[in-house]
């Protein structure tokens, strides 16, 4: 069934029209969620903007306010389509997209190039988690090198970017306590995504032959049983060849933990469509079983616990009954569970899978936002009550990473870290307590809704590792844009009425006029 899903909404494998991706990708909340209003957010005297050349404060004025069109985002792709056919105009188109939103939605081509990034998020008490946004599409259409090649170096320069964030962290912390600067993964980068469809698809055949315990909505939850056959061959189903490019997967993983393990870097492995998700639920558990493990009297432990965080959306009915699977199965086998929680960014492509796919019955995602913020809302409070209960342990069971741009979903975890005594006020913002520092983290994306980034920095002491994070890709242009075209469709509603861009673009108004003594 994944595969039929993979072959019936296959895109454009390399999309050229990189001004369209700038311009829609800006769109963009994270993980589909779209920027609520508050009161709270100050717009004046934000620190980040004045930290801001007025230059660039005119380039970010100017992309949030094309995006702020909804007809322009709409027609973008058409245009750029015609001038990246005409020599002289794609040359010239390039250059404005690098150096507006290229400039402004990503860190640069290299991880090198985000350190300057890196050390201005860290000033203003944000951190950052670098991702080398290379896909499938950039991985089978870089002319001139195979696969296999595209996949080593994939590898490699992910720890080259772990090992960039472990001297960050030690120069902004030598004694190794403060990480603010993390890396993220996907799976379809460090593999052929085909191998990962096959493989997802004879665990769902194997989840419906032979059902165990409590039925959980498609596509399901990692089993014992699954963990210990998860590379074994299956001549029904996956070839020799496949299952050792999964033990090579498995084994670059490994390298790749190692490397974050030696740094102390914390690892996130994104989602992907549930397609990939038995198997990439698989492989993130049996990892997280030798990277998070908890101390013992004989083993050498990660210095950051957890290490290596999975992603849970909650647009899946299933995310509550995983997450609680989850939990229950870190708990028995004596390690951390990493939670990053999203809604969800595939959730109109799911309903047109299942649909055409001629699936009967309930599909596997809400049919309304409604039901994916109450499902976000249920399975943030289920893993905050288990950090709770962790302040009395000597060791955790859980870390947290909420995804999020949504107003009241940020007010809902502060609301509760204050009632459960996670946090109190003092005069230099609210403080953690010791036993929850780096067990509660808010992510989103770089160049996307500062403003509410730039409040969290400071409702938040500046004691320890920052409470707030930017999602910081970086890549060629060309390698990236298969990632921002693909962010940016999936999210293109969050550009209509008061929210998102426009919003933006006023903040970054304001500041301009600030600076030249208009009060306009």
């Not at 404060?57 to 322009?72: D, E, N, P, R």
């Not at 946004?133 to 996949?151: A, K, M, Q, W, Y």
Request: proline share 5%.
């Amino acid at each position: 069934m994944a595969a039929r899903f993979a072959r019936q909404f296959s895109r454009p494998r390399f999309i050229t029209s990189t001004a369209s991706a700038g311009l829609l990708y800006s769109a963009y909340t994270f993980q589909d969620d779209a920027v609520e209003k508050s009161s709270k957010t100050p717009l004046a005297n934000d620190p980040m903007l004045r930290s801001m050349s007025f230059g660039s404060l005119l380039g970010t004025w100017i992309v949030y306010k094309s995006c702020s069109f909804a007809q322009l985002v709409d027609s973008s792709e058409s245009i750029l389509s015609i001038t990246n056919s005409v020599p002289g105009l794609r040359e010239l188109s390039h250059f404005v997209i690098r150096h507006t939103f290229f400039k402004q939605f990503v860190g640069g081509d290299t991880a090198e190039d985000c350190i300057p990034t890196i050390r201005r998020l860290k000033e203003n008490n944000v951190g950052c988690l670098l991702t080398y946004s290379v896909e499938e599409e950039s991985i089978e259409h870089i002319e001139g090198r195979s696969t296999l090649d595209l996949i080593r170096a994939n590898v490699q320069e992910t720890i080259r970017s772990i090992e960039i964030a472990g001297r960050e962290n030690k120069a902004a912390s030598p004694e190794g306590q403060i990480a603010s600067t993390w890396v993220a993964l996907k799976l379809t980068g460090m593999t052929d995504p085909e191998i990962l469809r096959r493989a997802s698809d004879l665990i769902l055949k194997k989840r419906k032959e032979h059902p165990q315990g409590t039925a959980i909505p498609y596509p399901g939850s990692p089993t014992n049983h699954e963990l210990a056959q998860y590379m074994q061959p299956d001549p029904d189903s996956l070839s020799a060849s496949d299952i050792a490019r999964l033990k090579v997967l498995h084994e670059d993983m490994r390298s790749i933990l190692l490397a974050a393990q030696q740094h102390g870097v914390r690892v996130v492995i994104d989602s992907e469509q549930s397609y990939y998700q038995p198997a990439t639920d698989v492989m993130q558990m049996i990892l997280s079983q030798e990277f998070n493990r908890l101390a013992s009297s004989d083993d050498r432990v990660s210095p950051v616990l957890p290490l290596v965080y999975g992603t849970y959306q909650s647009y899946l009915r299933r995310n509550a009954q995983h997450i609680q699977q989850s939990l229950g199965h870190a708990q028995e086998h004596g390690y951390c569970l990493g939670v990053k929680l999203v809604r969800g960014a595939y959730r109109e492509q799911e309903l047109e899978l299942w649909s055409n796919d001629g699936q009967e019955g309930t599909p596997p995602v809400w049919l309304t936002k409604a039901e994916t913020d109450a499902c976000y809302n249920s399975c943030l409070d289920m893993v905050v009550d288990q950090i709770e209960q962790d302040m009395a342990k000597p060791s955790p069971s859980v870390g947290l990473v909420l995804a999020t741009h949504n107003q009241q979903s940020v007010e809902h975890i502060i609301y509760q870290m204050k009632q459960k005594k996670m946090a109190r006020n003092t005069t230099n913002g609210l403080e953690l307590d010791p036993k929850i520092r780096q067990k509660i983290i808010i992510a989103q994306l770089y160049g996307m809704n500062d403003r509410m980034t730039s409040w969290l920095s400071h409702t938040f002491s500046h004691k320890g590792e920052p409470m707030v994070m930017k999602y910081v890709p970086y890549g060629a242009l060309a390698e990236v844009m298969p990632y921002l075209s693909r962010r940016a469709v999936e999210n293109k509603s969050v550009l209509g009425g008061d929210t998102g861009a426009k919003r933006e673009a006023e903040r970054v108004w304001d500041e301009m006029n600030r600076r030249v003594g208009l009060n306009i």
